[in-house]
């Protein structure tokens, strides 16, 4: 567990995985702030900021994508099933 801080792929995944961390952090502050939230007790809260517009996703992209995602795994893990039976 000591190395991984030290491992090249955690070195150049690390500029990606923060910018997708803060921009999700951004997009979960944002939608509190601007439609209030439901906190783990159940209490609703509502709004601070009541003019700001709330960011969504249309669902249609992931549910067109996740097919073809679906089949470009399995493809990817059966060729690698077979890489490692050949060696």
């Known amino acids: 567990m000591s190395t991984i801080a030290a491992s090249g792929i955690y070195r150049g995944l690390l500029n990606e995985v923060g910018a ?5 952090t951004l997009a979960i502050v944002w939608n509190g702030l601007a439609n209030g939230f ?6 609703t809260h509502e709004a601070i900021m009541n003019g700001l517009p709330k960011l969504t996703l249309p669902m249609s992209v992931f549910t067109v994508t996740s ?7 399995v493809f990817r893990t059966n060729a690698s099933y077979e890489r490692w039976d050949g060696a």
Not at 38 to 43: E, I, K
């Open 38 to 43: 439901t906190d783990f007790d159940g209490v």
């Open 67 to 73: 097919p073809s995602l679906g089949l470009l795994l």
């Open 20 to 24: 997708v961390s803060a921009v999700a």
